[in-house]
């Protein structure tokens, strides 16, 4: 399978406290993409990584990417009930596609 | 504003119907895109396009038509050939491979079949 594989599939935390999840994949990849969907909308690019970069930050957000193990990590820090809403890894795969594989997400509740 | 505008939001079709869900972006976009998406599931691509006149098949294509005559427009009409048409269908546009690839997102249409 070409798409990536979130986990944990849902996770519930405080308010304050730091959520991390993590994308596996199997095949070879140009770059990874974090997305947002809040409940029946739209998804909403957060990053994206490149290949050959091992970690990007944009605001309260660090991703990671670690190629040998096939693996990402987003983590968003001091989380806000905000926050809550479905977050999903794409790929895009090499050989020159102009597409993007989605995975099924990973639903974060973040609770005042 | 720029952006992708997905018509209607809500639609319902009697089994045995074709609907056609509208999709227009003023970003100046080459690619377009339409995905799938199931309650609590991911996205599923059902085609995407290129460039104007040009159109792939995506993983789910079977019982889905689409058209390309305009850069602004991809129009994606649910044929009566689809079994399970119910779903929340969303359309995307991207710059291509000069932006990594970054797609943005319509609002979504819901399809329910009565």
């Known amino acids: 399978s070409q798409q990536g594989e979130e986990d944990p599939q849902a996770l519930s935390i405080q308010e304050g406290e730091n959520a991390t999840m993590n994308c596996s994949y199997k095949?070879?990849?140009?770059?990874l993409q974090w997305y947002r969907q809040n409940s029946g909308r739209g998804l909403v690019h957060l990053i994206l990584?490149?290949?050959?970069?091992r970690e990007k930050h944009s605001g309260r957000l660090r991703v990671t990417l670690d190629t040998s193990k096939k693996s990402s990590s987003l983590l968003i820090t001091a989380s806000r009930a905000a926050d809550t809403a479905s977050y999903f890894c794409?790929?895009?795969?090499?050989?020159?596609?102009?597409?993007?594989?989605f995975g099924k997400g990973t639903k974060l509740t973040v609770n005042p | 504003d720029g952006g992708i505008t997905q018509s209607p939001k809500y639609l319902f079709r009697k089994e045995g119907q074709n609907v056609t869900l509208s999709c227009e972006q003023n970003?100046?976009?080459?690619?377009m895109y339409w995905y799938r998406q199931d309650p609590g599931q991911g996205l599923r691509l059902i085609y995407y396009?290129?460039?104007?006149?040009?159109?792939q098949k995506g993983d789910i294509a079977e019982g889905y038509s689409v058209s390309r005559e305009k850069k602004e427009s991809f129009p994606l009409t649910v044929t009566s050939a689809q079994k399970n048409p119910t779903a929340f269908y969303l359309c995307a546009s991207g710059a291509g491979t000069l932006s990594g690839n970054t797609i943005y997102f319509g609002e979504g249409s819901w399809l329910t079949v009565v």
């Open positions: 970003l100046n976009h080459d690619a």
């Open positions: 990584i490149r290949s050959n970069e």
């Open positions: 794409a790929l895009r795969t090499q050989g020159g596609s102009e597409k993007l594989v």
């Open positions: 396009s290129q460039i104007v006149n040009d159109f």
């Open positions: 095949t070879s990849i140009n770059n």
